[in-house]
């Protein structure tokens, strides 16, 4: 689409491609939600999504991509892949920022359907997205979260380099919770092997850039 790019947007990774999904991605991905995400008894969300039904859980899977395409602008925007590992898709990964033309910095959040955890996944799309905002956009910072009893997660923001950047209290299923706060700096990231960003170059007004730093390994 001319006046929305954003859906030619591509990041490859060694084993994944992540990309804004198209109808049938939405609707795999609502599968993914409605089968599970994580054990019953653990929350690694702020936001109890999860605890409702599997079809309420499907259908607000779906409504949120649009909620997010509908508000978008380039001082404001959540841009949520789909990630698709071995012609399946598998989970979302996100990426969202304020004002990135002046803060240059992006925060993340992600789920990965429970069947597929396990095998690295969220490593690998993580690192593609903090690939897009620091080769792709010059971000300076990523950031992220989660509930200290949430080591997979925070495993994961270790793996990749971050560092403690302090913590906060959250509610979480009506009670406080204390969440582990996470920074990266551009220039602690390492980018990886054969990681690369296609179709970037029509989109970065839509991020709030012009100026992206590089083909960043693949055709901008």
Same mark, same amino acid.
């Given at each position: 689409?001319?006046?929305?790019?954003?859906?030619?947007?591509?990041?490859? /990774?060694? +084993?994944?491609?992540? +990309?804004?999904?198209?109808?049938? !991605?939405? !609707?795999?991905?609502?599968?993914?939600?409605?089968?599970?995400?994580? !054990?019953?008894?653990?929350?690694?969300?702020?936001?109890?999504?999860?605890?409702?039904?599997?079809?309420?859980?499907?259908?607000?899977?779906?409504?949120?991509?649009?909620?997010?395409?509908?508000?978008?602008?380039?001082?404001?925007?959540?841009?949520?892949?789909?990630?698709?590992?071995? #012609?399946?898709?598998?989970?979302?990964?996100?990426?969202?920022?304020? !004002?990135?033309?002046?803060? $240059?910095?992006?925060?993340?959040?992600? =789920?990965?359907?429970?069947?597929?955890?396990? $095998?690295?996944?969220?490593? @690998?799309?993580?690192?593609?997205?903090?690939?897009?905002?620091? /080769?792709?956009?010059? *971000?300076?910072?990523? /950031?992220?979260?989660?509930?200290?009893?949430?080591?997979?997660?925070?495993?994961?923001?270790?793996?990749? &380099?971050?560092?403690?950047?302090?913590?906060?209290? %959250?509610?979480?299923?009506? %009670?406080?919770?204390?969440?582990? $706060?996470?920074?990266?700096?551009? #220039?602690? =990231?390492? *980018?990886?092997?054969?990681?690369?960003?296609? &179709?970037? @170059?029509?989109?970065?007004?839509?991020?709030?850039?012009?100026?992206?730093? /590089?083909?960043?390994?693949?055709?901008?």
């Amino acid at each position: 689409m001319r006046h929305w790019p954003l859906f030619a947007l591509r990041l490859t /990774t060694p +084993r994944l491609e992540l +990309r804004l999904p198209g109808l049938d !991605d939405l !609707d795999a991905l609502a599968d993914r939600a409605a089968e599970g995400v994580h !054990d019953p008894g653990e929350m690694p969300f702020g936001e109890p999504w999860t605890d409702a039904e599997p079809h309420e859980r499907a259908r607000s899977t779906v409504q949120i991509h649009f909620r997010q395409w509908g508000t978008w602008s380039p001082g404001n925007w959540a841009c949520s892949f789909v990630t698709v590992w071995e #012609d399946q898709v598998v989970g979302v990964q996100e990426m969202r920022a304020v !004002d990135f033309a002046v803060t $240059r910095e992006v925060a993340t959040g992600s =789920w990965l359907g429970q069947r597929f955890q396990g $095998r690295g996944i969220g490593t @690998e799309m993580r690192a593609a997205v903090l690939h897009l905002a620091f /080769t792709g956009l010059g *971000a300076r910072y990523a /950031t992220s979260s989660a509930f200290l009893d949430n080591p997979r997660s925070l495993a994961i923001s270790r793996r990749l &380099g971050y560092r403690d950047d302090g913590l906060a209290v %959250e509610k979480r299923r009506g %009670e406080a919770a204390l969440q582990q $706060r996470l920074r990266l700096s551009r #220039d602690e =990231w390492a *980018a990886p092997d054969g990681f690369k960003i296609h &179709g970037l @170059e029509p989109c970065l007004p839509l991020f709030g850039t012009s100026d992206g730093i /590089t083909d960043a390994g693949g055709a901008p």
